[in-house]
Nanobody
Framework: EVQLVESGGGLVQAGGSLRLSCAAS????????IAWFRQAPGKEREGVSC????????SYADSVKGRFTISKDNNKKVMYLQMNSLKPEDTGVYYC????????????????RGQGTQVTVSS
């Protein structure tokens, strides 16, 4: 069974840090492009960061540039989102995604998608 399972979310004060993990199973993971999305209450899901399989291309939403870092460990079959200097507006459910063919695409186009982990940043 193919799965992407996020973890690492929680409640943190503004200015703090969290590292989200997304564990892959049921597929090779090597060679896959990855991405993180988030959805704040009452808002549409938005792209946070994406990375090509080789790491040669990475992209970040303007709102998180300089604070978030996307990475991938092929040996462990895990992708990460390191989030620093968190702000209350970063609150939302964070989702990971992976695709063999497309990178930095829309949520619905990703081949595999996780169920999400809640991140809450208090002021």
């Amino acid at each position: 069974e193919v799965q992407l399972v996020e973890s690492g979310g929680g409640l943190v004060q503004a200015g703090g840090s969290l590292r989200l993990s997304c564990a892959a199973s049921g597929f090779t993971f090597v060679g896959y492009h990855i991405a993180w999305f988030r959805q704040a209450p009452g808002k549409e899901r938005e792209g946070v960061s994406c990375r090509s399989s080789s790491g040669g291309i990475t992209s970040y939403a303007d709102s998180v540039k300089g604070r978030f870092t996307i990475s991938k460990d092929n040996n462990k079959k895990v992708m990460y989102l390191q989030m620093n200097s968190l702000k209350p507006e970063d609150t939302g459910v964070y989702y990971c995604a992976a695709d063999l063919w497309r990178y930095c695409s829309s949520w619905s186009s990703y081949q595999y998608r996780g169920q999400g982990t809640q991140v809450t940043v208090s002021s």
